[in-house]
């Protein structure tokens, strides 16, 4: 049994990790037993301009979920990140910028970093942007990216970074939705050779009703392809930014006040802006980058995500930048020009930590091993895996082929909502299993629930959640706080629930199992089937739309639909194309259909819930184990779903 296999903890690993089995143990222990003393101690790892006193602070009851971490502390994360380096390490490189073209690369010192960050803060503040006001980002994999974050937190505004690939209609309800003043976005970026139109997005989506809040447009010259103008509206990078003063005195901001807005889909409704805070969230990031990826002074480190996701955020940006990390930013795409591309950025900045998702894995084992002949990556000591569950097969490759049978392999469970990692094995001090995610980070107190909410002892399956808080922890969504409470402490009294479904074997090692609800994970994206169902019945050629995942051997998940047609539309393959079209325009590449299939009818329960559970099992071909189709008010409809399904 796969389950079996473990890899011992390396000896050599071991003897200069931070954390080894016995600090693990002690370590755990304490911040479980006596979260207030833990937690006032690791609060010392970052820079406050008034030390908390007040640590903890934490209410669960979903009459009044209350999330409070060193309530009375005040600091600024730019300063952590950016200025108690400067004496220290100021000519340390801080970001090597990998472009998407391997001739292009350069170093940004800490003190480049930090000065291009008063700079652009200066500019803001030209721009009348105040404390707590939202700017949105739009941004390219370019170190300005990370200017822009840390520029913001800077003043005391709030970031909103909007995944590059998101279309100018998930733009738009993201700039509404945040209330925001100001976008930073560039020209076009580059991926694998190809230009994207971000102005041109931008453009596009500021056409649309409720922008209007939105005054200006802040534009980095990338590529001085093409674009429109808007005169008075929209202004160049360069000409607001370089004529400023390198310095600019830090805010002094709350523990509490918040650091980013970071949208993310869930099982209904629009996408929701999860809300996070400055002084735990920091201290969470920081801590977790050093000791689940060992990060010993002067490492390189590389984490393949793009900061439009949380994995950006607390693992390209703020962990390791607070950390005085040297953290590597790449633009491109691993398979440009070549698959071997990955493995020779390796090679050329001498990585040390590699993190990066099961789907990249999956997507380099199908060219089968001499993928990486290009590369040696013997620079590798501690490899990383997060967004989705990794399958053994993927796991085993990723050890034997990309880490040469020498790196322990990291898999890090967690969610845009928790901040940092939580379930991770720590390269020096946890015996890995391939395809779990191990044991939780201090202070994470995981538990298994029936879904009558009782808790489940011992080896079982069951619904993931998290006892107690944690510093990282999202406080709410934004403008919304019932839903925040709605989502994540109602369904179990006196837990969050993450949403994933969990097994833990006999050793307390945690396997995520996947969602549990009805998001999907596609490519390690998390996708709502309801944003892709509301946009498909928006097109008048559909009368219902329903949207499910099928496992698929890349992706981990695709995207299977059925749709039935209005009255008068008949099906084709034209139409199929232009529903496709018409999803990825309406939200983003990134949700476009792998399969769809035409449906006179949906399998219904006779109160008219649409029974999602028989669509997975037809999408995965699973037909033999339906279960009750009994309570269907028609069950000959699924007769001819079987019959007529796409995914053969
Ligand atoms: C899934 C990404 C298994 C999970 C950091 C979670 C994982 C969702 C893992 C959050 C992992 C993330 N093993 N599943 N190591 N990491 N997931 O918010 O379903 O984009 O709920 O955050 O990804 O996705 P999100």
Redesign the pocket.
Known sequence: MTDQKVYPVRDDIAANAWIDREKYQALYKQSVDDPEGFWAEQAKRIEWFKAPTKIKHTSYDPHDVDIRWFEDGTLNASVSCLDRHLETRGDQTAIIWEGDDPKDSKHVSYRELHAKTCQLANALKELGVRKGDVVTLYMPMIPEAAVAMLACARIGAVHSVVFGGFSPDALAQRIIGADSKLVITADESVRGGKQVPLKDNVDAALTRKGTEVCENVLVVKRTGGEIEWKEGRDLWYHDLVDKQATDCPAEEMNAEDPLFILY?SGSTGAPKGLKHTTGGYLVYASLTHQYIFDYQDGEVYWCTADVG???GHSYIVYGPLANGAITLMFEGVPSYPTHGRMGEIVDKHKVNILYTAPTAIRALMAHGDGVMDSSKRDTLRVMG??????NPEAWEWYYRVIGNSKCPIV????????GGIM??PLPGAIDLKPGS?TLPFFGVQPALLDSEGNELKGAVEGNLVISDSWPGQARSIWGDHDRFVQTYFSTYKGYYF???GCRRDEDGYYW?T??VDD?L?VS???MGTAEIESSLVAHEAVAEAAVVGFPHDIKGQGIYIYVTLTEGYEPSDELKKELTLWVRKDIGPIASPDVIQWAPGLPKTRSGKIMRRILRKIAANETDGLGDTSTLADPSVVDDLIENRANR
Request: aromatic content about 10%.
């Open positions: 993310t996701w949380v994995t895996s997060v967004g989705e569950p990794i898999d890090t469970w967690w969610q845009t909502e928790t379930i991770a995610a993450t949403g994933d995520i996947g969602r998001v994970n390690g994206h998390r």
